[in-house]
């Protein structure tokens, strides 16, 4: 029988690692079609309830209509693997998610094709503990997404994938032109750090190239709902575009602290093609046994 969710990542962890998109897409829309609020703040004609932010979207797109302007693909790396380290904390009080108000960590592999286009993502990642929190590996033609820490135990979630789905794999970077136009500015506020070290599973490893490292510029919109509810996000972006933290902050209409999430990239390890980096692209035997028995399905097969 099939398994459903007894609790989810809004989005689940395609989306959560996405690189650009927030699970409430707020802070990344102009107030109204057509139109651009003032550079750093926005009023968003909507109820006075916040969106849904578990509202369903095509398989393998972040939510909301379309991405933002402001997202670009990194510089062309065909042929090489792609490696970062991944940091988020979200904060929910109604939240169901056993992770809520921790820290996650994990790490993440995407290799690339001779054609530049995305082959297979593979990430893990987990809790302060150690403990495996959650497992996800992507193609073009099929997705396994698991679960350690469910209370009814293990579980995977197979889901649809596409080439267009793949698209979204890549580790975010932001064309600062389009980012202004977007509504959002310049601040001196720096809301949080970066001790992301390399993924521990490249130790030794010597990369081609890094993407990423070095200072960081903050950004800032403000969006404010009617009814009252205030959203501000801050985005922390390297020299060469890599999107390196996203922070965001939800009051409502009495100032009370409703949720915030937080999201921090590590440098983009770029490598040469190696035989060792097979393994880090393969769903761990975990996961694979998890997904490939029918009691740890909570769907069809991918």
Known sequence: MAR??????????????????????????????????????????????????????PAGSPPGASAPDFLRPPPKSPGRVLAWSFRRRFFDPSAPDPANGQEIRGEVFLEVGEDGQPVRLHGQFRLPDGRLYA???????????????????????????????????????????????????????????FDLPAPRSLEGAVPERIWGEGPVTWWRRTVRWEGGWVERAWMAISEDGQLRAVRQERREAGGQRHSDEERVYGPVWVLRPDPRWELLLQPSPEMARICESEKGKAGGTP
């Open 135 to 193: 497992e996800m590996w992507r193609t073009a033609g099929r997705a396994w997404e698991a679960r350690f820490v469910d209370p009814g135990g293990p579980v995977c979630f197979p889901e649809p994938s596409s080439p267009e789905a793949m698209r979204w794999a890549f580790p975010p970077f932001v064309d600062l032109g389009k980012l202004r136009a977007d509504g959002w500015e310049p601040t001196s506020e720096e809301r949080t750090g």
């Open 4 to 57: 459903h969710r007894s609790w989810a990542v809004p989005g689940g962890l395609f989306v959560l690692l996405l690189l650009g998109w927030m699970v409430w897409a707020g802070a990344f829309r102009p107030a109204r079609p057509g139109a651009l609020p003032p550079v750093g703040e926005a009023t968003t004609p909507t109820p006075a309830s916040p969106p849904d932010a578990s509202s369903s979207t």
